[in-house]
C-alpha cells in the first residue's frame, strides 16, 4: 500500500543530529524542521487561514478531544473533512485527544479496551477507545493523525508507567487495525516511557516494529526540567527510523524547538504563541517583551525591531499595548500573528543553518539574544 | 482661507433628494452617499485596516471621549496623531465626545461654560467645554472634527431643548474659534433640536451662518420612531448648503441608510454593525440572519448567497456557528466583515441607484428582500 505521508531525508548536519527533510503530504509537501501552528477548534486563535500561509505555515494542529465534542466529527464529516471546513488547503494534523482526556476531562477510568471520562463542558460521561479515536480522526479527515495514547504524569511511578506504555503500544496496533481511510491518511504512533530509558526504548522499538507513517514523542514539556527533555530525545530519536518523521508534541519555546531539532526532531506545536499573545507577552528576537507592560507606552517601536512581520511592519508597541488595554481584540491578532511568525520563522533559520552547517553557532545567538543562557531566565 | 474639507456636488437623482457627491479630504478623495465603520478606541473592532480598505471603507470613525480616557489624546499626539498610529491613512472623522458624555458618564452638570462629569471607567471627575473638545480632536489629528453638543433625550420637554439647542450653537461657535489646524483639519457643527421643526430649523440655520466645513445631524437614532427620524430629516436637509457634506450621526440601517440619502444625506456611521456581529447577527440581502441559531448548524452557505464578501466567498454558516459557539474570536472577525462590508456595499449600490435615477426602485427592492415592509420586522 502506498504511505500518504512520505518522509525524504534531504541532509544532515555535520555536528548535530540535526536532518533538513521534506514531508509530503495529500495536501503539499514542506520542508523540515517546522512549528505546527496549533488551531485547537478549527481556527488558530485570531487568524485567518491566508495569513497562516502568508508567514509560511505549511501544516496546522487540530485537536480531535475538541472537535469531537463540538461541533462533532460526524459534522466535520458532513462539511466536507477539516480543510473544507475551516478553508485551509495545506497540512492538517490531529491529536488523539488523549493529551486533553488526561488534562481536561474528569473522573478517567482506564481500562485495557479504553478511557470512560466525564466532557469537562458539560459532564457528559464518554467514551474513548483506540478504534473511536482513528474513527473520529477519520472523520475529521486531516493528512496525519495520532493514535490514542495514554499521557501520565512525568513522576509517575516505574510501574505504573511500565504498564501504561505497553498499554499505548497495544492501542497503537488497534488503533492501526481499525484506521479506514489509509490511502489518505498517515498515523503517527506515540512513543510514551517518561524519562525512564529502558521504557522510552521499549516503546520506540515496539511501534517501529508497527510501521506507522511517522512516530510523536509524547508526554514531554509535561513540567520536567528542559534537560530531562533533552536526556529523553537522546536517547530516544536515534532508535527512530531515519526513513520517517519525528515530532516532538507539546513544545514551543524557542530554546527547546532548536534542541529538539539538534536531537533530530522533524515536527513541534504548541499552543504557548497564540496562549501568551493573549496577555500580551511576545516572543522576540532580542527576548521575551511583555507589551502591556506601563514603560511601553510612549514606546513607538515595532514589538521586534529585527522582524518584518505583518504586526512589526505596520504597529507600535504603544498601539498595541493600548489595544490590549482598552480589550480590542485586534490587539491579541497582532501578537498572536507576532508569536506564530516568530516561531515559523525561526525553523526557516534553523533549516538554513542546517543547509550550512552552523547550527550551534546559530543556537548560541539564538540563546544569548533570549536571554536563554542566563539563570532564572522566563523560557518563552 | 482654503478649506481642507470640500465637497463637490455630482449629480442629484431625479425623483428624491439623493445627491451623490465627492468628498474632497487630507487623505483621499471619496464618492457620497457612504458609511463610515467606527473605530471606537482607534481600531475598528477586530479588522485590519487592509481588510477595510478592501470592502471599500474611505473613511472611519474614532470617538474622542473614549480616546482622551485611553490613551491619551496627548499620547495619539505623540505618536503622530490617529492615523499614523492605527495605520490608517484614508479619511477619518471624530465626533466630539459629548455623545458618550451624555450617554456613558456618570454625573453630569452642564453649565455654559462645558459639561463636568465623572469618567465611566474609574469615576474621575473631568471637564469637557468646546474649546477643549477641539483642542482634543486637534491632538487626535483626524480629516473632520465636530464640535461640542449637547445630545438630550428626544422627548425632552421643549423648553430644555430650546435653551440647550442655542447653547450648543454658542459652543460651536466657540469651537471654531478654538481651532489649532484650520489648514488640515475641517469642522462639523451638529444639528440639534430633537423632533420641533423650528428648533430643528434654527439650529441649522444659525450653524450656516457660522460657515462649517459641513453640517451633522445629531440627536436621531435615540429612541424615536422611523418617520419621526425621517420627518426631522425632511425638514431640516433642506436649510443645509448645497456645497456642505450632510452627517447623518448613529444611524446604521439598511432602511435607515436609504431613507437618510433619500433625504439628501450623503455620510452615516454606527456601530450596529459590528455590535450585532458580535452576538452572531449578521445584515443580508435576504434580511436578518442569526447565525448562532441551531437551524443552521449543518448549513453549509454562505451568510449571504449574494454576498461576494471574504467571509461570504470562504466559510460555512455552519462553521462560523461553531466559531461562535465555541467562543473562537475568528467567528466574530467574519461576521463583523460581512456586516461592514455588507453596509458599505449597499451604499456603493445607492450611489449607482442615484447615478441610474432608480432609487426608488432600489430602495423598495432592498425594503423588501430585507424584510422591512414588513410589520413587527426587526429592523436590522
Known sequence: MDQPIKYRLIKKEKHTGARLGEITTPHGTFETPIFMPVGTQASVKTMAPEELKEMGASIILANTYHLWLRPGSKLVREAGGLHKFMNWDRGILTDSGGFQVFSLAKRRGITEEGV???????????????????????????????????????????????????????????????????????????????????????????????????????????????????????????????????????VGTADSLIDGVIRGIDMFDCVLPTRIARNGTCMTSQGRLVVKNAKYAHDFTPLDPNCDCYACRNYTRAYIRHLLQVDETFGIHLTSYHNLYYLVHLMSQVRQAIKDDNLLEFREHVFEQYGFNQKNSKNF
Open 116 to 250: 470512560t471520562f466525564k466532557s469537562h463542558l458539560d459532564g457528559q460521561k464518554m467514551f474513548l477507545s483506540p478504534e473511536k479515536a482513528i474513527h473520529i480522526e477519520n472523520d475529521l479527515g486531516p493528512d496525519i493523525m495520532m493514535s490514542l495514547d495514554e499521557c501520565p504524569p512525568f513522576y509517575e511511578s516505574y510501574d505504573y508507567l511500565k504498564k501504561s506504555v505497553a498499554r499505548t503500544t497495544r492501542w497503537a496496533q488497534r488503533g492501526l487495525k481499525a484506521h479506514r481511510n489509509p490511502q489518505s491518511q498517515g498515523i503517527f504512533g506515540i512513543v510514551q516511557g517518561a524519562g525512564y530509558k529502558d521504557l522510552r526504548q521499549q516503546s520506540a522499538r515496539d511501534l517501529v516494529s508497527l510501521d506507522f507513517a511517522g512516530y510523536s514523542i509524547g508526554g514531554l514539556s509535561v513540567g520536567e526540567s528542559k534537560a530531562e527533555m533533552n536526556q529523553v530525545l537522546d536517547f530516544t530519536t536515534p532508535l527512530l527510523p531515519e526513513n520517517k518523521p519525528r515530532y516532538l508534541m507539546g
